[in-house]
């Protein structure tokens, strides 16, 4: 079965300060989708970035870098220049397809973040 | 483009009673899927619908059912409410296929007493 596992429960960074948020990831099929969404309190699930198994390059996104290690199974998240306003909860999934076509994201327990002034 | 809504934002039940909270896809994507996220953890797979079908379940009991609708708008419901039902619910909305990223809405919070 497909697992994501993130080990740091809380985070903290000064503001404008880089972070590095762990993930790693168990799968035994050779396509999948490793995702990051940052939650803030209001509760909404919020996309930051994705990587596919197959991408040659690491994926960015603005401040959102995905450090992806294929062979350790592990795609952390790295967040440049930290802001006030990225202290949330931050979770790492996986996709997981079926046939037929469904799928579903397996998440992570969740790292949460506090940027300090 | 409109996203991805909920309703309602909060809901208090007492545990047996039923309830049904509603979700509407981002313009254009016809696949919706629901998670239901305990306090403190990640969220986890409820079901997924597409073409007003149930194509994917999680591990959840047969109590937590669902329909969609032709708009693509979905329903999730619970009968026999326990108090662990007490979660964030969240629905997503995708195109179909696992190559596209699920959108979530702002989740509707059940609280079961």
């Known amino acids: 079965a497909q697992k994501i596992t993130q080990t740091q429960p809380g985070m903290f960074v000064q503001e404008k300060e880089a972070v590095t948020l762990d993930c790693t990831y168990d799968?035994?099929?050779?396509?999948?989708?490793l995702f990051w969404y940052k939650q803030p309190s209001s509760g909404e699930m919020i996309f930051l970035i994705y990587?596919?198994?197959?991408?040659?390059q690491n994926a960015t996104e603005g401040r959102y870098s995905l450090n992806f290690q294929k062979a350790r199974k592990s795609a952390n998240l790295v967040i440049s220049a930290s802001q006030l306003g990225d202290s949330a909860m931050y979770f790492c999934?996986?996709?997981?397809?079926?046939?037929?076509?469904?799928?579903?994201?397996?998440f992570g327990a969740g790292t949460r973040l506090a940027v300090h002034p | 483009e409109t996203g991805v809504t909920q309703s309602p934002t909060h809901l208090i039940k007492t545990r047996g009673q039923q309830v049904t909270l509603r979700c509407s896809s981002q313009?254009?994507?016809?696949?919706v899927s629901w998670y239901q996220q305990a306090l403190g953890q990640g969220p986890q797979f409820i079901f997924q619908?597409?073409?007003?079908?149930?194509?994917g379940r999680g591990n959840f009991p047969p109590r937590f059912s669902g329909l969609q609708f032709p708009n693509y708008s979905s329903e999730l419901n619970v009968n026999a409410l326990e108090l662990d039902d007490s979660a964030l619910y969240l629905c997503?909305?995708?195109?179909?296929?696992?190559?596209?990223?699920?959108?979530f809405g702002p989740g509707t919070r059940l609280t079961v007493t």
């Open positions: 997503a909305s995708s195109l179909s296929g696992p190559t596209y990223e699920q959108y």
């Open positions: 999934a996986m996709r997981e397809a079926f046939s037929g076509g469904y799928n579903k994201l397996i």
């Open positions: 799968t035994s099929d050779p396509s999948y989708g």
């Open positions: 990587q596919g198994s197959y991408d040659q």
């Open positions: 619908y597409y073409r007003e079908e149930e194509n």
């Open positions: 313009s254009g994507h016809n696949t």
